[in-house]
């Protein structure tokens, strides 16, 4: 076939009525022809063009579909075939759609396997290999049996190991058998490698055979398919975590064990890799590698990985703290990230030396401050020590400390309270390079009486009325909090509120802090809410419900509140305005009754697990017991919040909606659920900041525990056995 051919009837298809990841498809039939064109960087560009429209970042569209026969002829005809076979296996892989029908994309491809098969016995290894990847993915019966007639021809080593790959894709069971006899030990590494990642993909038991060819293959990495992201140990350990049964998890230490103990360089890479990745989905992990993690502290250059991965998991690195204060008394990076570990591991021991030389810790500092934490999870507040503070405010007085480092020396003298009273002077000369940390912090360590606490109220109140506008909610909240004086906090909630300040969302959620005297505030509330500024962004977003809930505090105007907090929720738009919809929920549930009207927002929130806790207090708090029945019945809301937390999104949400729901909202279900986050091997949160997943997935453990015995206990019935695997 020609490529005249292969784009006959280009010109036929409804493209302008189709839509791919940039709206109208009208330009596909030129990028086609520019594909099918005899110039090289021609030709290059419109595949990218054609991997940003119709595979964008793995998403298909109605368009992709259109696509796939010219792609597939292009390819038959010879014209760059690895290429093209690449794209369409891409999008048969796809379980993305957007405007498609799921499985069109895929079923597209597979109506062109002709053209595909015919490409396996191409002469090029390479588009061979390409289109037994393309054909592995189509899910279609008839391509199994020419594949297995390829694997008995086929003399390369890659597309060979691609074959067993395929082969297991298509029919596991059938596929078995091909992917046990690439196990050969004298077989080639990449086969091999290859064949482990089959048999466990085919739900094969593990044996001695596949825990001999990893090892025999370290390194591996590169030792898989050219077209896909796949780290070879990584995936082996991951895959048999994931199977969640105490043979594979054994069978995953065991080989991680083996494999940190090799001392190649590359391979303790790779290992220390696949060892995090433990971490990160099994909960025994960290306890059952750290004794083979923790002596490799005491090389004399310890391997890259291992301190980021002991940094995850320092609440249970004490027993490595010693090899950890060796490496923090040294110097640069790795002596940085040693004393951040063993500010968690042992801080009795990290203290003196950060103190020693807190200039050359920012990591140690920040993990110190609880500045890490982001809001996820912090461990316990570093424990206060007299030559630390000495430390920090010498350093609070150089002028060189700027950009977070004097945010984190604030951070850690807030957290130790009145301990940090000498710190006043230091603080206050700070306070225009923190002008947001610093009056909370004064405000936490501020003494009582005397020259101090007058010294840091003139301060406060200077800021407050005269200071940078970016400082003057702070300082004014800080002067609150400290004399309970509310005409500085008025005067800068006013002026966001007036649309003079930058800071409205800040300024809304404080309007609760003046009890009574927020009354004077009503009448700037109203203009604020009823200002129909096309902008929708979230701080605004959230703002408006912040002051519609504060107005109902004030005066109970329900009738203007409630449109308000509706029209937030509403505007929940996907991941980017979950969290809104979520606290404006929150927010909802002070009405009480008052909120009944926002029922039918609340209940769509119900159907996205992330949204379920904050809806459900919402509910509970606004309707009548009689109305809890049907689809809001409490023991159907309860499966909807167990959803959520395990989904790992907002668990904290859903371990106070239960206890809300009542102990007779749950059945025995529910409570063994309830008991497989507590107990459960596998980490149920396996998002968010990295260095915190495995600290937020410890504190959901947690929270699980607690909840579970607080609705059992007082019925007098003993919590589910935990289960087995």
């Known amino acids: 076939m020609d490529r005249t ?52 970042q793995g998403t298909v569209y109605a368009a992709t579909a259109e696509v796939v026969p010219f792609l597939a002829r292009l390819a038959a005809a010879g014209h760059r075939s690895a290429d093209l076979l690449v794209l369409l296996g891409g999008i048969a892989e796809s379980t993305d759609g957007h405007g498609v029908a799921p499985g069109a994309c895929r079923a597209a491809v597979g109506g062109q396997l002709p053209f595909i098969l015919g490409l396996t016995d191409a002469g090029e290894a390479q588009v061979r290999q390409a289109a037994v990847w393309a054909a592995g993915h189509t899910a279609a019966a008839e391509a199994w049996p020419v594949l297995r007639g390829r694997w008995e021809e086929e003399t390369d080593e890659a597309v060979r190991a691609e074959l067993v790959t395929a082969l297991v894709r298509l029919d596991p069971a059938r596929g078995a058998p091909t992917a046990l006899a690439a196990l050969a030990p004298h077989g080639p590494a990449r086969l091999r490698v290859t064949a482990v990642l089959a048999c466990l993909a085919a739900g094969l038991p593990w044996d001695t055979r596949q825990h ?39 069978a995953a230490f065991v080989l991680l064990e083996a494999a940190l103990r090799i001392p190649q360089a590359d391979v303790r890479a790779e290992a220390l890799w696949a060892a995090d990745h433990a971490c990160m989905v099994s909960r025994s992990a960290p306890a059952r590698l750290l004794p083979v993690l923790l002596p490799l502290l005491d090389e004399p250059e310890p391997p890259r990985g291992v301190l980021p991965l002991l940094d995850k998991v320092a609440e249970q690195a004490g027993a490595g703290a010693g090899a950890l204060a060796r490496l923090a008394a040294g110097n640069g990076d790795l002596a940085d990230r040693a004393l951040a570990a063993l500010v968690t591991a042992a801080p009795a021991l990290a203290a003196p030396l950060l103190a020693e030389r807190l200039p050359e810790r920012p990591l140690a500092l920040a993990a110190a401050s609880g500045a890490r934490g982001h809001g996820t999870a912090v461990s316990a507040p570093f424990p206060y020590d ?16 700027k950009g977070n480092e004097p945010i984190h020396l604030a951070l850690l003298l807030a957290s130790w309270g009145r301990r940090a009273a000498p710190a006043v002077s230091e603080l206050l000369d700070a306070l225009p390079r923190i002008p947001l940390a610093g009056p909370t912090a004064l405000a936490a360590v501020c003494p009582e009486d005397g020259e101090s606490r007058t010294r840091t109220t003139a301060h406060l109140r200077a800021a407050a009325l005269h200071g940078p506008d970016e400082g003057r909610l702070s300082a004014a909240r800080a002067l609150h909090d400290l004399t309970g004086e509310s005409g500085p906090l008025l005067a800068a909630i006013q002026a966001e509120l007036s649309g003079t300040g930058r800071n409205l969302r800040e300024a809304a959620r404080l309007v609760s802090v003046l009890g009574d005297a927020a009354g004077e505030l009503v009448p700037a509330i109203r203009a604020a809410l009823a200002d129909r500024t096309e902008d929708r962004s979230t701080p605004r977003l959230e703002a408006h419900a912040e002051l519609a809930a504060a107005l109902w505090d004030i005066t109970g105007d329900a009738a203007t509140a409630v449109p308000v907090l509706e029209a937030v929720i509403r505007a929940d738009e996907g991941p980017w305005t979950r969290w809104t919809a979520v606290r404006t929920a929150r927010l909802s549930a002070r009405l009480g009754p008052a909120a009944r009207p926002l029922r039918p927002a609340l209940e769509e929130l119900l159907v996205t697990p992330p949204h379920a806790p904050a809806a459900v207090l919402a ?7 009689e109305e809890l029945r049907g689809p809001l019945e409490r023991s159907v809301l309860a499966g909807q919040v167990l959803d959520t937390a395990e989904s790992g999104v907002d668990a904290d949400g859903a371990f106070e909606a239960l206890p809300a729901l009542g102990r007779a909202a749950l059945t025995d279900e529910h409570l063994h659920r309830i008991e497989r986050l507590a107990q459960g091997d596998r980490r149920v949160v396996t998002a968010g900041i990295g260095s915190q997943i495995i600290r937020a997935d410890e504190q959901l453990a947690t929270r699980a525990r607690e909840t579970l015995k607080a609705l059992t206990a007082p019925m007098g019935r003993a919590a589910p056995t935990p289960g087995q695997g």
């Open 5 to 56: 051919l292969a784009l006959a009837g280009l010109d036929d298809r409804p493209w302008p009525e189709l839509d791919h990841a940039y709206g109208s498809a009208e330009d596909l039939p030129a990028v086609l022809r520019a594909l099918a064109g005899d110039d090289p960087e021609t030709t290059a560009g419109a595949l990218d063009e054609l991997y940003g429209s119709i595979l964008h």
């Open 212 to 250: 001999d060819a990893v090892l025999a293959a370290l390194p591996a990495e590169g030792l898989v398919s050219a077209f896909e992201e796949c780290e070879p140990l990584r995936a082996v350990v991951g895959g048999l975590l994931r199977r969640d049964t105490a043979e594979d998890r054994e």
């Open 386 to 401: 007299a030559a630390l503070l000495d430390a920090v405010r010498r350093r609070l007085a150089d002028p060189a400390s």
């Open 619 to 625: 509910l509970l708090a606004a309707l009548p017991e």
